[in-house]
């Protein structure tokens, strides 16, 4: 067996309103299906669904700094530094918070959270010979200035 693709991505909120216009309000990203008054799926355009939200409601607990689980979620922006700059300048248009940004060397990389505190990588990719040609270049963290 081999795992082909990454198919979707489920994240436990507190309020689907309010993550839902962060996702899909400041994020751009296409709502397509709701499930009852728990659940909403968005779509990036090549998958019937990338994205899912489930409900919990007011009550969630925060997972702590060192549970286990997701780290963060990634979403590409773009390919050019020239992108991950107009998507830094909407950020701050919308009062959103940066929390930093990296040097990957196959990425660049903004970081931010949603606003149930989970981090949200928006990157950029570089040229894909980069790590096809070396995999390990992978593992590679810088400061980014843009």
């Known amino acids: 067996m081999q795992i082909k693709a990454l198919g979707h991505v ?4 507190r309020s689907l309103e309010r993550s839902v216009a962060f996702y899909r309000d400041l994020l751009g990203m296409k709502e397509v299906a709701r499930y009852r008054d728990a659940m909403v799926f968005f779509s990036l355009g090549q998958n019937h669904h990338d994205l899912g939200l489930l409900q919990l409601g007011a009550q969630a607990e925060l997972p702590g700094p060192h549970s286990l689980g997701l780290y963060h979620v990634a979403f590409k922006v773009g390919d050019s530094l020239d992108e991950l700059r107009e998507c830094k300048a909407h950020l701050e248009r919308h ?6 940004s990296s040097d990957h060397g196959v990425s660049q990389s903004l970081y931010i959270k949603d606003p149930d505190g989970i981090e ?13 040609d070396n995999p390990a270049a992978v593992a590679t963290v810088k400061p980014l200035r843009l």
Do not use: F, S
């Not at 949200?120 to 096809?132: F, G």
């Open 10 to 13: 489920v994240l436990k909120v």
């Open 95 to 100: 009062g959103v918070t940066i929390l930093g």
């Open 120 to 132: 949200i990588e928006l990157y950029v990719d570089a040229d894909p010979r980069l790590w096809r």
